[in-house]
C-alpha cells in the first residue's frame, strides 16, 4: 500500500468514526431508559448526524480527487 493510499484510507476511517461517535452521543442524549427509542427532537438529531455524514464524506471525496489530479 502506497503512503497516498494510507493516507485517503485514514482519512475515510477517521470520518466513519466520527459519524459513530457522533451517533453514540445523540443516542446518549436523546435516548429513553428502555434504550428502544429516542425521545422529542432526537430525530431531528439523527437527521442532522445524516446530513453532516453525507457533507462531511463529499469533502472527503473532493480532498481525495484533488489529490489525485
Not at 493510499?5 to 431508559?33: H, K, R
Request: aromatic residues 10%; hydrophobic residues 60%; glycine residues 16%.
Amino acid at each position: 500500500m502506497e503512503r497516498d493510499d494510507a493516507t485517503e484510507l485514514t482519512a475515510v476511517v477517521i470520518g466513519v468514526a466520527l459519524f459513530i461517535g457522533v451517533l453514540a452521543f445523540v443516542g446518549m442524549q436523546y435516548g429513553t431508559e428502555a434504550g428502544r427509542a429516542v425521545r422529542s427532537g432526537g430525530g431531528l438529531a439523527l437527521v442532522g448526524s445524516l446530513v453532516f455524514f453525507v457533507l462531511m464524506m463529499a469533502g472527503i471525496g473532493f480532498w481525495i480527487a484533488e489529490r489525485n489530479a
